[in-house]
């Protein structure tokens, strides 16, 4: 029998996707966002460490499961497909092991979970649920628990959105667009959340707003003086537009706890920070070629007029046209990133590849890689010493700073069944450098790398990922004007249980964060935990129709998530 929650009030999450106390410090102290800086104040707060990779999909479901990557199976937006080195988009369904929401339905506490990321296709639960950014559209099956909600909404509310193309605007030169956009996204997702809390029975709130992360990836180079790329003249017009948007946030937040009412706990999280785009990644592939481990083969000259049309196409055509002229392809939308993007090399050659924008290298490895030439054992540990060395040997030609901060072993930082997924290598940039090239001494000569691969996603891409995001909780028995240190995104589960009376799984990796909890509630209401089936059952896996494929892959890349 599921367990009975013992709580006092409900509970309200709120999800602000890539907030950063780096901006919301100075910004709450000069007054600026009095809603979270309240919170602050008469709460607990302390920085959230992200998984590894800092993607916000693994992220995200860490943050739902409170499991490593290695455990509940997502390290990217995609996974390789067996025996290939062609790949599969991921959706909620390919989660293995439970959401923390899952349980609390189970004990009769009613949900709501609104646009989280990986929650498409939507699932049956005590409540209700729009999925996330995973969804193909607003129009798709399951987009909406229950079914009808979609049509509900669009009645009372109106139209729902997504996702804004926020970067297929700034590839047109229509900044202004992009800002138009986010801005109506939020409002009416503010206004599909306020009409849910107002109409709907609920326990348990969780709500996403993914805007931060759009707009601090494009207008970051806008805002800040010390990036290569900054730009005075835009600056004037659109220097201040990430802190119009934390603003906006803060109302939004606001607005969610009073709505809400006093007494109710309220958490807001993010799953990573932000800062500026360092773009060693972009130098990898390079790296690993003057090493002789990887040796790239010449795009064809029908695949370059591709790429090169690709990218004018995003700077000229709108969405709806760009999408009009690819279904006319073979193969579609699908065929055209592949062929685009792909990692194309002599893999008869290869001994370790990257792709492109993630912070590792994989080993081309046999009996793992379909044309694998690295053997297992020996040779594949002697090749990671050799990666790990040299990759924290490299430096910043003009400053001669690191390049990279660490380079560990998967099995150093990760865990589980699906451990295989992760990168042979997991790298952490050093933040502080914006390379023009590196410098690596290599068998007693100084070699440089001065050659960048162009990511053609990434155009436009000013700012990027940190490893610590946000934590704020706020409510009963939690401690107020506190400072928590070392908390992790698998934590938040774990803790939500703990506020809503339930037991914690045993298989979670993540822990209740005693101490942002006053010893008197912690006494009165003891941390309990129960075992879980060696063998949890998983949702039947969704797979992507063409279409839905196709708008997925747009959706990607329009935010500059797909290589």
Sequence with gaps: MPATPTRQSKLLVIGLDAATFDLIHPWMDKGHLPNLGEMIQSGTSGPL???PNLNSIPAWTSFMTGKNPGKHGLFWFYERQPGSYAYRYLNGSDIHGRRFWDYMSDAGLRIGAINVPMTYPTYPINGFMIAGLDAPNETSVNFTYPSDLYDKLLSDVGPYHIETNILGYARRGRLDLAVKATEEVIEQRTKV????????????FVA????????????????????????????????????????????????????????????????????????????????????????PVQLRMTDRLLRRAASVADGLL??????????????????????????????????????????????????????????????????????IDGLLSLEDIQTRQKAIKTAVRREDIYHGPFLDSAPDVVIQWNYQVHPCGLRYTYRGRSVEVQNKTDIVERHNVSGDHRPEGILIMRGPGIRSNHHVEGAQITDVAPSLLYLTGLPVPEDMDGRVLTDAFNPEYLQQKPITSQQVASQEATPMRYDYSTDEDTMLQQRLRDLGYLE
């Design 208 to 295: 996403v707003y993914t805007e931060l992360d759009r707009v601090q990836h494009t207008f970051w180079r806008f805002m800040d003086p010390s990036h290569p790329a900054y730009d005075p003249a835009g600056a004037k017009q659109y220097g201040d537009v990430i802190f119009r948007f934390y603003v906006r946030l803060d109302q939004a937040v606001g607005d969610l706890v009073k709505r809400a009412g006093p007494d109710v706990p309220v958490v807001v999280m993010s799953d990573h920070g932000f800062g500026s785009n360092p773009e060693i990644y972009s130098y990898l592939s390079p790296w690993l070629e003057s090493m002789g481990l990887f040796r």
């Design 318 to 387: 709108s969405q709806s046209t760009r999408r009009r002229i690819i279904s006319m392809l073979p193969g579609g939308r699908a065929s055209l990133v592949r062929r685009l993007h792909q990692v194309r090399c002599d893999w008869s050659r290869t001994k370790a590849y990257t792709n492109y924008i993630h912070a590792g290298v994989w080993i081309n490895l046999r009996g793992r890689e379909p044309s694998g030439i690295v053997e297992p054992g020996q040779e594949y540990e002697s090749l990671r010493d050799q990666l």
């Design 193 to 204: 959340i306020n009409h849910l809390m107002d109409t709907q029975p609920w326990d348990v």
């Design 49 to 51: 460490l992200s998984v």
